[in-house]
């Protein structure tokens, strides 16, 4: 059981598991999660890169709930509510794939500890990290 501040902390992970509503609200409001993403003010990531016609281009290729059901469906299949795989007990089993993960220097949500730890459970693993990315490094 997690405790209740977890739970209020990442409440969006329990909301992306509801059929259809998170897609639903991604796409309202005009995709308005791009135009707080690229927002030079509020911004971590170095939007010197980025033009409105990638803003415009990232709103085109999400415009439809159904763009939305991959990347959200990947929320909806974390496993919230087993910690096993986190538990210390016994040898740690590793997924046997290669991985490549892509991480952003400057990402607020996810630290390179954290992602340097997510190396045990893969065979192979190699971890690139973009100077001046933020979550989204590509």
């Known amino acids: 059981m997690r405790s209740w501040r977890s739970v209020i902390e990442n409440r969006w992970l329990y909301v992306c598991r509801l059929p259809f509503l998170p897609e639903m609200e991604m796409v309202s409001n005009d995709l308005e999660v791009f135009d707080k993403r690229f927002k030079k003010s509020s911004s971590v990531t170095d939007l010197t890169n980025y033009s409105n016609f990638d803003k415009e281009a990232y709103k085109y290729t ?74 989204n490094p590509h």
């Not at 040898?91 to 991985?99: H, L, N």
């Not at 607020?108 to 001046?132: F, H, K, T, W």
Request: aromatic share 6%; charged share 20%.
């Open 62 to 135: 999400f415009s439809r709930t159904a763009d939305w059901q991959g990347p959200i469906n990947y929320f909806r299949n974390l496993p919230l509510a087993d910690t096993s795989v986190l538990r210390e007990e016994g040898p740690k089993q590793s997924i046997p794939v290669e991985a490549l993960l892509l991480v952003g220097n400057m990402d607020p949500e996810v630290s390179l500890e954290l992602v340097s730890q997510s190396a045990e459970y893969v065979d192979r693993c190699a971890m690139q990290i973009v100077n001046g990315a933020g979550h």
